[in-house]
Nanobody, 121 residues
Framework: VQLQASGGGLVQAGGSLRLSCAAS????????MGWFRQAIGKEREFVAI????????TYADSVKGRFTTSRDNAKTTVYLQMDSLKPEDTAVYYC???????????????WGQGTLVTVSS
């Protein structure tokens, strides 16, 4: 399984960005796609998770109401729409695939390369 994340960039506070995560290879091996982020000097933290079978979604409290994750019908691309961005959202964002519901990065086997999101104040 290969994951390719894209869409990061520089945006002012209050702005929006949409991240994409394109999957290829043996995509049948996983059922969940998670989004995580890691700011400089901090641990990687959970952002959102989507169940690719029933599209159920869970968000971290820090992004609830501002971020939205979704998938395309082919289930090969997952998106993270980020609105009302704050400077504290600045981080490298990763997508990850796994076969269990988990907010822990340790339970994801497949990872994208990360895309940098910088929010200026």
């Amino acid at each position: 399984v290969q994951l390719q994340a894209s869409g990061g960039g520089l945006v002012q506070a209050g702005g929006s960005l949409r991240l994409s995560c394109a999957a290829s290879g043996r995509t049948f091996l996983y059922y969940y796609m998670g989004w995580f982020r890691q700011a400089i000097g901090k641990e990687r933290e959970f952002v959102a998770i989507i169940n690719l079978r029933d599209s159920s979604i869970t968000y971290a409290d820090s992004v609830k109401g501002r971020f939205t994750t979704s998938r395309d019908n082919a289930k090969t691309t997952v998106y993270l729409q980020m609105d009302s961005l704050k400077p504290e959202d600045t981080a490298v964002y990763y997508c990850a695939a796994g076969n269990m519901f988990s907010t822990s990065s340790r339970n994801y086997r497949y990872w994208g390369q990360g895309t940098l999101v910088t929010v200026s104040s």
